[in-house]
């Protein structure tokens, strides 16, 4: 459930036009901004978490792919924490 609601508000907030400008005012207008980034980036860290946790429980041939979903969630928080930063953060 908090993967289906985090998914949400990254789409959400991916459809906002100031996501892919580079003038800072203009990513720095929108009301609740960085607390939907600060949201983003603690969700994405609670699902890096359980995945590191269920690397314990599954069996050998799905240790890759587990390993690969985490380095993706680090690129993600990596990105809104980018996004966040250009607000003086």
């Given at each position: 459930l908090m993967k289906i609601a985090?998914?949400?508000?990254?789409?959400?907030?991916?459809?906002?036009?100031?996501?892919s400008s580079l003038d800072k005012?203009?990513?720095?207008?929108?009301?609740?901004?960085e607390q939907l980034l600060e949201n983003m980036i603690n969700s994405y860290?609670?699902?890096?978490l359980l995945y590191k946790t269920k690397l314990k429980t599954?069996?050998?041939?799905?240790?890759?792919?587990?390993?690969?979903a985490t380095k993706k969630l680090n690129h993600f928080i990596d990105i809104a924490k980018g996004r966040l930063n250009a607000c003086g953060k």
């Open positions: 985090f998914n949400a508000d990254y789409f959400l907030f991916n459809l906002v036009p100031f996501a005012n203009f990513i720095c207008s929108i009301p609740q901004k860290e609670k699902m890096d599954e069996i050998q041939e799905m240790i890759y792919p587990a390993i690969y």
